[in-house]
């Protein structure tokens, strides 16, 4: 009985981690940062995923892909290397019906060097 249960719950495991990695690779939702912008090609490469399971995705972007910014539509050009960005997919998985900007990109502050006074 007890070796039935141990199989049984390595087979749900197995399944579940198996559709976790299947689903991180497959359409859906992507919450990351924009590495990448090519205004050529209508295309973006942004992280997905958080620390060891993080991957960089190519996401193709068109004019029907609706780009928002602090609750207003902006072009494909606003957007900036460094953004945070929450991207739906749409049906063919690769091209974004919606970018988020959830937070812009954030300026590093570096502190006044410090000068002798004379």
Same mark, same amino acid.
């Given at each position: ?6 199989? =049984? ?6 399944? +579940?981690?198996t559709?976790? +990695? !299947?689903?991180?690779? /497959?359409?859906? /939702?992507? !919450?990351?940062?924009i &590495? $990448?912008? *090519?205004?050529?090609?209508?295309? =973006?490469?942004?992280? $997905? ?7 960089n =995705? ?10 928002? /910014?602090?609750?207003?539509? %902006?072009?494909f050009? *606003?957007? &900036?290397?460094? *953004?945070?960005?929450k &991207?739906r ?6 091209? +974004?019906?919606? %970018? ?9 502050y ?9």
């Open positions: 009985m007890l070796k039935m249960l141990s199989i =049984i719950a390595a087979i749900v495991c197995t399944a +579940a981690l559709g976790i +990695a !299947f689903a991180s690779h /497959k359409g859906g /939702k992507h !919450f990351g940062e &590495v $990448s912008i *090519d205004a050529t090609a209508s295309q =973006i490469v942004a992280t $997905s995923g958080k620390g060891e399971e993080s991957e =995705i190519t996401i193709d972007v068109n004019a029907e892909t609706k780009i928002i /910014k602090t609750g207003k539509t %902006i072009t050009a *606003d957007l &900036v290397v460094g *953004d945070k960005v &991207v997919l749409s049906s063919d998985n690769k091209t +974004a019906g919606s %970018i988020i900007v959830m937070r812009e990109k954030t300026e590093t570096s502190a006044p060097s410090a000068s002798p006074t004379p």
